[in-house]
């Protein structure tokens, strides 16, 4: 079959390769039909090379249809439409009993210490071949596929895989009282979505940051305030201004570690781009790799006792945190990877209707065949050609 595969920074290519076969009893195989690509991935393209290796499998959002299940599949049979979580979880642990998916006990990557398996992410989380491919191997499939029904086309369903889920929790954790304002720091896919969940559930608010003429139209176009991060020298005193002097409540970091204007994680990357990957390694985990100015951000800008809900990926362990505003400001701070299935059914009623309320059949700027990747990588990551969501279609 044809996949997407890494062979180093900015170099992905469509590699001819083995079709996945079943290798568990949980496993099942599904021919995948569309299959996103995230900002997590430029993390891959970018700055995480050091724990990959060159012919791994990317893409952690697909459906498709079903093709083969395991002997312990009973969930879901062939020609079941399907979409894919992008973490794998058992569905019977502890963690999971407790809606804490992405810390399943069962696909844990306890080598690395880290939480449960993600599709075609890395070997801090379990090198499990991903889904930028015509066909992908499920594990855990007597838990995780979320059936979806026959008839619209697979843009109304696919963001489930991760889109949306991230961005409904992000939400979620940012707890946002009825009525109140949420302002939401960068504009891609996420923090898009999270600016449309914000209006759905209530905000009465919604501040959006980005830096990028598109995104910065495209969220103005549906109700969101907008500010372009470099007209405004001072930020925080142009949002303290719009908000009665405080700040709005809750903020959300839809950013993540390549944040731009952060000139020192930078740095760190390029250096980690020309150690040997074990020394590299070692600098990531435990150097100031993250460029952390949206982090710090969102904690300046916040209400004093407000909440920051933190859905950007961060990696670093030394990555110096402003602690002493954190704790003068009585600041909550919560984040970590989406808890897939402990969302969909709040989010799958708002998908089978007619009137779309979250602007899923129009999210997507690119729908390309698989072999176009390379470009399509280059382009998202260099935000050119308006590309804002793109869906491979195998
Ligand atoms: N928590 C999760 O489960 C989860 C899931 C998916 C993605 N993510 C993460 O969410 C983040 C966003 O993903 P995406 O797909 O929207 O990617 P993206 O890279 O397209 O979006 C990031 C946006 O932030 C903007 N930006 C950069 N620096 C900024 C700054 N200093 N202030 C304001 N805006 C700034 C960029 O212009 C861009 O529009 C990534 O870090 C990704 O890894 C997390
Ligand atoms: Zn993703
Ligand atoms: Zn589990």
Not at 46 to 68: A, R, S
Not at 88 to 112: A, H, P, V
Not at 154 to 164: A, E, I, K
Not at 200 to 223: K, Y
Request: some cysteine; glycine content about 12%.
């Amino acid at each position: 079959m044809k996949a997407v595969a890494w062979h180093g920074n900015h170099d992905v290519r469509v590699d001819t390769v083995p079709d996945p076969t079943i290798e568990q009893p949980t496993d099942a195989i599904i021919r995948v039909t569309s299959t996103g690509l995230c900002g997590s991935d430029l993390h891959l393209y970018e700055v995480l090379g050091p724990f990959i290796d060159e012919g791994d499998i990317l893409g952690h959002e697909p459906m498709g249809i079903v093709e083969e299940v395991g002997a312990e599949v009973t969930n879901i049979k062939p020609g079941d439409r399907v979409v894919i979580p992008f973490n794998i979880s058992c569905g019977n642990c502890y963690m999971c009993g407790k809606g804490l998916q992405t810390q399943c006990e069962t696909t844990q990557t306890r080598e690395m210490d880290t939480g449960a398996a993600l599709l075609g992410y890395t070997k801090l989380y379990g090198q499990v071949p991903g889904g930028q491919a015509e066909y992908l191997r499920v594990p855990q499939a007597h838990y995780g596929p979320i059936k979806v029904p026959e008839g619209p086309p697979d843009d109304r369903f696919v963001y489930m895989s991760d889109v949306l889920p991230t961005a409904w929790q992000a939400v979620k954790y940012a707890d946002v009282p009825e009525g109140e304002t949420v302002l939401v720091l960068g504009l891609g896919p996420i923090g898009e979505m999270c600016t449309r969940v914000a209006i759905q559930q209530g905000a009465g608010r919604v501040i959006g940051v980005d830096l990028v003429p598109e995104r910065l139209e495209r969220a103005a176009a549906h109700g969101v305030e907008v500010l372009d991060l470099e007209e405004h020298d001072d930020l925080p005193a142009v949002v303290r201004e719009m908000t009665g002097g405080r700040g709005p409540i809750s903020v959300i970091d839809a950013v993540g570690m390549e944040a731009h204007g952060a000139p020192i994680g930078k740095m760190a990357h390029t250096i980690a781009g020309f150690l040997p990957d074990a020394v590299a390694r070692k600098v990531i985990e435990t150097g100031g790799i993250d460029r952390l100015s949206a982090l710090h951000m969102a904690i300046e800008l916040v209400q004093r006792g407000g909440t920051v809900s933190l859905s950007g990926v961060y990696g670093g362990a030394a990555s110096p945190m402003p602690l002493i505003q954190m704790f003068d400001k009585q600041i909550n701070l919560r984040m970590g990877q989406a808890n897939v299935k402990r969302w969909i059914p709040e989010i799958l009623p708002l998908l089978t209707g007619d009137d779309d309320p979250l602007g899923v059949d129009a999210f997507a700027t690119h729908r390309l065949p698989l072999e176009e990747a390379p470009h399509a990588y280059e382009i998202f990551q260099k935000k050119q050609d308006g590309a804002f969501k793109v869906l491979f279609q195998p």
